[in-house]
């Protein structure tokens, strides 16, 4: 039983449509996978005809941009219900923070000499509702100004490059109760990856579960093995779900194959019945699991 619960689309900074991520899921032998997009839940209509179609297991999800003490903690949502008020607030101000920045990063560049133009990140995002720093990255690569995503990020992109701008997003405490009272499940995307990690102590996530945390991303390729048994510890002590996933972008993140970390069967029983809890409580209409 393969579950990987962490991948992206062309509906967010993956390179594939939804229904291609569910596809290429299916060919890797995976039995579930979790599509979730950055701050979108515009590729799930989609993805869950193809999972019907090949009877593969679907779970729909979004990789929501919070910050906890300045810094960028990526939240997992699995399962809430998209049309939840207060979830459909703060994603039309994250979105808008996305769009927002693009005309001050493109300036940027140009100051810093690179020629681009707004137009040709556009042209990249295709009809994603969340533009994301990847987008412009193509564009870099598209040009020849660098060779991938990667080198884009860290001579241009990344935090004290000249193409940063920072953006709106939502205090993980505060999102980890929305996504709940939404009927869904929170989870941490990599929390001692790139960003997160200074700010995310055993003793910090243990007040995060106290507001309704479900789990959090275990193995992950950002995690050394070191990292992974100490998170596994810390998960277990503080009675917390550990997962295991790709963070698939098709061919926009090397070395993060589909199903090169998966989910324990068990651990996904417990996220699924935490969900439905949470769901039951909420009394809101939650997207159903494909199986
Ligand atoms: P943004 O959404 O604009 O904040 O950009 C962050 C996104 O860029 C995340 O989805 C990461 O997966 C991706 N990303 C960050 N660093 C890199 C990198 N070095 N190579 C490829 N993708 C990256
Ligand atoms: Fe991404
Ligand atoms: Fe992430
Ligand atoms: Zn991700």
Redesign the pocket.
């Known amino acids: 039983m393969l579950i990987d619960l962490h991948t992206?689309s062309r509906a967010?900074?993956g390179t594939q449509s939804p229904g291609d991520v569910v596809r290429s899921a299916e060919a890797a032998g995976l039995d579930v996978v979790g599509l979730t997009d950055?701050d979108s839940a515009a590729g799930w209509g989609e993805a869950a005809v193809v999972a019907r179609e090949l009877g593969i297991g679907l779970v729909p999800g979004m990789?929501i941009?919070t910050k906890l003490y300045g810094s960028?903690v990526?939240l997992l949502a699995y399962l809430p219900d998209p049309t939840y008020p207060a979830l459909v607030d703060e994603l039309t101000k994250i979105l808008a923070g996305?769009t927002g920045r693009l005309a001050a990063m493109v300036g940027q560049l140009r100051d810093a000499g690179v020629d681009i133009t707004e137009d040709e990140v556009l042209a990249q995002v295709g009809d994603s509702p969340?533009?994301?720093?990847?987008h412009?990255?193509d564009v870099l690569v598209g040009k020849g100004v660098v060779a991938?995503?990667?080198q884009?990020?860290?001579e241009w992109?990344?935090w004290g490059r000249p193409g940063y701008v920072t953006?709106y997003a939502t205090r993980t405490d505060a999102m980890i109760e929305i996504v709940s009272a939404a009927g869904g499940a929170a989870v941490i995307a990599h929390p001692w990856g790139?960003g997160s990690r200074h700010v995310l102590d055993k003793d910090t996530l243990a007040e995060l579960r106290d507001v309704g945390l479900v789990g959090v991303e275990v193995d992950h390729q950002d995690h050394d093995d070191h990292d992974r048994d100490d998170l596994r510890r810390i998960a277990d002590d503080l009675g917390l779900v550990v997962t295991g996933a790709s963070?698939y972008?098709g061919t926009?993140?090397?070395d993060h194959d589909l199903g090169c970390n998966v989910t324990a069967p068990s651990e996904f029983d417990r996220l699924i019945e935490q969900a439905a809890e949470n769901a039951a409580a909420s009394g809101r209409s939650v997207p159903e699991v494909v199986r």
Request: hydrophobic letters at 25%.
């Open positions: 992206h967010s900074d950055h990789e941009s960028g990526h996305r969340a533009i994301g720093r990847p412009i990255a991938d995503r990667t884009a990020f860290d992109l990344s953006r790139r963070d972008h926009g993140k090397v």
